[in-house]
């Protein structure tokens, strides 16, 4: 980008938001040069923190006039590249936004700004009998405006959806700075353009405000964690829990290379000769879950289970989650740098995935190890490398991708909930027929008219 | 239309599906003239049907050819004029297309035609353990293309969302007859245009194939009937079950008006006196459901509910549903016309939206009772009339339109699960800011370029 117009750009915002809200020297912008996807990586030109949504839509006129890109970024947790300012331009913080503006349990629906954590709200939450269902991996760490741009997912998916399912409204600024509100809560009507809003990475609009339903807390859980000597027993367990009628909370497996990892960084005394275990979680009213615990219990044994544990205590709950999510904590013991894929497969596909899974980090001489929410049949191999070893970086680019190309062949997606960010865009023409692309493309253009709004991400061109 | 393009639309109809599939004379067009809204009435040109996505792809354009409007409809159960072919053109009716293509239940997934009809669904999946979850009153005649074009509810839409919620996958027929394939099962890659496609009430594209979501069966009911001498304590009572953290399966309300049609129609028992009748259902595993009921029962009696009947039978249950469902044939008994309204408002507001409706009843001259889907907020009203009194439709049309925008100034809105169709059109305005609607307009313009599907619905002129 031309110096004079980086210049002006830089002028304007600090003259519109304030300088201490404006971020432009260059060690203050490596910090946002790329998120939680770190193979691809390029500099902004300049970082703005608004604190409302007509300073987002302000910021985004301003963009427009200079015509330069503008991404959206919560957390930066992203591992797809959904923060990675391709392009250059600016990029708009929204931590600073992050007031819990309502909650209203009689309505159950609470009303929050986009940088608001997901754990914060939890904690808002805590003791009013409700919760906010998605709970991604990240949860202390993400925001819910980062949820909502890649319409999040997390291990309770399985039986409470994904973010756009727990999303009664938006309050956005489209590409050409118009502010919109969209169907708080009783607005049914018209043309729903929630749905399309929640998942598409900040390409349509930069998300400002939202209103989240509230899910009532679970009476009572069953906490089972269950062992398995192959991998393959343990996802035909899966399969055959739901086949049976029964739709746990969540379904999580672990492989044998994540079980030692997490058993090197806390000892939780996992048998570290174990294919896999699977974390399943029952929750409902107290009285109903003894027997259906049973009957998961009958299942795993069936399919050869070694070995089932059930938390006795709330504290013994705790653990056991805490073992699933400190997984991506516990990577670092592996490998200095790692790739988390983010493939799904109908779940009846999931023995076949896994098993690819393993023979195409062979081919391609990567480590991989394996966590998944095995109860939607996504998968989340974990590649392990090194990122100064270019020419390792290469296989694990070629190993991501022919596994996720191995999920299109199953029927299934190259994505479940991280999104496409920069790191998957070529794989949509294997995913998409052109006129369902070309389709996406007009309703982007409706959205976003200059294509200012988080370019190179989502869409291939044409 | 001119006569010659309406003969050469015809020929060319004729020529491509067959004579027998293309209805064009004065006799046959007048039983596509409305819907269920029988307030409008307009002739269209042709009625085709498909057996076929490519059929209806050739029939959208054929009628771009001739530059003639395209209305999609199924068993035109829609209360709002979704169907209505306002300006003639060709209707496409989609019942001819009602195959169950597929059941697989270790996905949870059923694929099936635009024109099966919602019971035939539920029917085909009696004894599966599974069952689509929407069930509007309408069932036993409505199509799941119908369903999935108004985003429709129904009773037990409290606990299990509406039509969106359940919609995996759908194959449509855009405005410029291209045919889009969007996210069958696990697809949830790119913009997700599922969210926007429900409930757009044909504007945007025609649904032709849907995948829908199976949910399990709940192991156990509780279903009570409780009388209430006064709306007001009636709907305090939903207002508190909710506040409790109990989601019912389902809490409908029906009014004295109601109970009288009712009880003269079926002799179901109801008291003649009471002002209210709750019909609440709680599911889900047997065991823990008594102890919930009891809560509800509390709340209920707190609220002064002068009589609690529980179903003591599956048989029993059923008679309740029925006395429900049937509330829409019984009115005939009341009226040779009746119009149902669909508004919306927080369950907080429902003392006062009900209130307010027996008001503007009153207000207008117009008999009105209300069934209602009160654990969602959603009244429907039903105004009664003879549609040879002109005067009289036209304080019909009056009194609706107070209704609902009654409901918008209670942060409401003019629909929850009817649409818009053309009844409602004129309200957009007040519910929706003009960059709203044109950010729909955009949208709209995007997949149904020409504006010749489903014209005059959902959105106003700017």
Redesign the interface.
């Known amino acids: 980008m031309a110096v004079s117009v980086v210049l002006s750009l830089i002028k304007e915002l600090r003259r519109t938001l304030g300088r201490e809200n404006v971020l432009s020297a260059h060690s203050e912008l490596v910090v946002y040069e790329c998120d939680g996807y770190t193979i691809e990586k390029n500099r902004p030109d300049a970082v703005v923190f608004p604190q409302s949504t007509e300073q987002v839509a302000t910021v985004v006129r301003i963009a427009n006039e200079h015509n330069v890109p503008v991404v959206a970024r919560g957390a930066g947790t992203s591992l797809a590249g959904g923060c990675l300012p391709l392009g250059g331009g600016v990029v708009v913080m929204l931590t600073r936004m992050r007031r819990i503006l309502q909650v209203d ?4 629906l609470a009303v929050v700004e986009a940088g608001v954590l997901n754990l914060q709200l939890a904690r808002a939450l805590a003791g009013t ?2 919760h906010f269902a998605p709970d991604p991996s990240s949860q202390g760490a993400c925001t819910i405006g980062g949820n909502v741009a890649t ?1 999040a997912g997390g291990p309770h998916t399985l039986k409470y ?2 973010t ?2 727990h999303v009664l409204g938006l309050e956005v600024v ?1 590409g050409d700075g ?5 169907g ?13 809003l ?3 990475e900040g ?2 609009a930069i998300v400002t405000k939202i209103w989240v339903r509230l899910t ?2 679970p ?1 009572d859980y069953r906490t089972l964690r269950v062992i398995f000597d192959t991998l393959d027993s343990a996802s035909n367990a899966v ?1 055959d829990i ?2 049976e ?3 746990p909370a969540a379904m999580e497996l672990m492989d044998r290379g994540i079980i030692g990892a997490l058993e090197e960084a806390y000892q939780f005394g996992f048998p570290l000769d174990a294919e896999a275990i699977l974390v399943i979680e029952l929750d ?6 003894d ?2 615990k049973e009957q998961v219990v009958e299942i795993c044994r069936r399919q050869g289970a070694r070995e089932v544990l059930q938390a006795a205590t709330a504290q013994e709950r705790q653990m056991l989650w805490k073992c699933r999510k400190a997984a991506a904590g516990a990577l670092g013991r592996l490998s200095s740098s790692y790739c988390t894929q983010d493939g ?5 596909r999931l023995p076949h995935i896994l098993r690819r899974i393993v023979e195409i980090g062979r081919a391609h001489r990567v480590r991989v190890v394996n966590v998944a929410h095995a109860g939607d ?1 996504n998968v989340h191999p974990v590649l392990l490398f090194d990122e100064r070893d270019k020419e390792e970086v290469h296989r694990v680019l070629a190993a991501g991708r022919a596994l996720l190309e191995e999920c299109i062949a199953c ?7 991280h999104g ?1 960010g920069v790191e ?1 865009i070529e794989l ?1 023409t294997s ?3 052109e ?3 070309e ?2 493309r ?6 976003n008219p200059g294509g200012r709004l988080g370019p190179g991400k ?2 291939p061109s044409p």
Chains 1, 2 share one sequence.
Not at 184 to 196: E, I, M, Q, T
Not at 344 to 348: H, N, S
């Open positions: 349990l009689r309505n159950r009998g409700y319409n959806g994904v756009v399912n489209l118009s502010v919109l509100a969209l708080p809560v009783h607005n049914p009507a018209g043309l729903d353009l929630l749905g399309v929640v998942g598409s390409t349509l009532p807390n009476q399969s739901i086949g009628g029964i739709i409902g009213p107290s009285a109903g879950l027997r259906q799904v497969v109908p779940r009846t049949g029927g299934g997606s190259v994505t479940a909930e496409i998957k949509m995913l998409f027929a006129p369902d692309l389709a996406m007009h309703v982007r253009s409706a959205m989502v869409l």
